[in-house]
């Protein structure tokens, strides 16, 4: 039997510690795999749940005739689709308004946090900006209905006297209970969310970038056109993207502002005309029962599917322009 020197003994002893060490972090990172495939299965699950809840609870509607559907109280248009088309619309007139007001402001605000403003005014503004995202939807619809809509008021009525050739503006009708004061309550509301999500994607352009615009001879805003815009550009997509999906789902806010209506109507503002499909369901569900609940989450349905496509159109659009972006 060969007798290992001290010095050989020693260099194997050495040679196995790797191994065991090597092994140990296996072993942890097969468990941290395991969690992550948990998890990543976890949420999964989760929107499948949701999916399966929302068809079985709404078959019976969808699955109902139209002589059945109209014995719900509240239920107007000839057939499911045709209720529930004014609500899709309302929805969509709504949010789409919500973020054409948001996403300029929010990139303007993210661009002077970012590259403009002091240090110690940008963070002062950073946390102003992340408290606004923690209010709750509930006071957003108190300041809108109890502050904003009368401020509105006068601004509302010259736009009808002086732009109400445009059929956009015409009809107004105090008080301002209308599609475009709740567009401008959910911009506020997805404001915060646009412009944090903005500014982080702002800050991560690299310096290199910046440095050889200016060392070209750009201007200030000439480099944030060049360098800094294109650089973000997927992920203020994807700001927008997380602040529409806010917009459309906003119940309260909506619920409180808003004058309902069921009407294909492009008229801003002109009350009772729009309503959204989370509002609606917040103020009949209460009272519903039977197949009218089941309608309700036949609502509910369309708004999934609309979030669904509206999140899948942006990864869609960023995947075609990542490869523009420069981030990677």
């Keep these: 039997m060969a007798v290992l ?8 002893l050495n ?21 992550s495939v948990g998890a990543g299965l976890t949420i999964l699950l989760t929107l499948a749940a949701v999916a399966v809840f929302l068809v079985v609870r709404a078959w019976p509607a969808l699955t109902a005739s139209p002589e059945e559907l109209q014995e719900i109280s509240w239920f107007s248009g000839s057939s499911l689709l045709g209720y529930v088309g004014p609500l899709i619309f309302g929805t969509l007139l709504a949010s789409i308004l919500a973020l054409l007001i948001a996403v300029p402001l929010s990139m303007g605000i993210a661009l002077f946090i970012s590259h403009y403003a002091p240090r110690s005014l ?20 108190l300041w809108g209905a109890l502050w904003l809509a009368p401020t509105l008021d006068p601004i509302f009525q010259w736009m009808t ?11 107004y009708q105090p008080p301002a209970k209308n599609v475009l004061t709740a567009s401008v309550v959910l911009a506020v509301m997805i404001l915060p969310i646009i412009t944090a999500v903005a500014r982080e994607v702002f800050l991560q ?12 001879g750009a201007t200030r805003w000439e480099m944030v056109r060049t360098a800094v815009i294109p650089f ?11 602040g529409l999906g806010r917009a459309l789902g906003e119940t309260m806010a909506v619920l409180m502002i808003l004058s309902p209506g069921a009407l294909y109507s492009f008229f801003l503002l002109k009350p009772g005309q729009h309503q959204t499909i989370a509002a609606n369901i917040a103020s009949k569900f209460p009272e519903a029962s039977g197949l009218s ?25 960023i995947s075609r322009r990542s490869e523009f972006s420069g981030a990677n």
């Design 5 to 12: 020197s001290p010095t050989r003994a020693d260099k194997q």
């Design 232 to 242: 973000g550009r997927s992920g203020v997509i994807s700001a927008s993207m997380l």
């Design 293 to 317: 609940v089941s309608a309700l989450i036949a609502t509910g349905l369309a708004l999934f599917v609309i979030t669904l496509a509206v999140n899948m159109f942006a990864r869609w659009i």
């Design 205 to 216: 352009t690299p310096r290199l970038h910046e440095e050889a615009a200016l060392a070209l």
């Design 122 to 141: 940008a963070q002062a503004l950073g946390y102003v900006i992340d408290l606004l995202a923690a209010i709750p939807s509930v006071v957003y619809g």
């Design 161 to 171: 006297d002086f732009l109400g050739f445009i059929p956009l503006f015409a009809g």
């Design 15 to 35: 040679e196995r510690e790797p191994d065991v060490k090597r092994n140990k972090g296996g072993i942890a990172g097969r468990i941290f795999q395991y969690l």
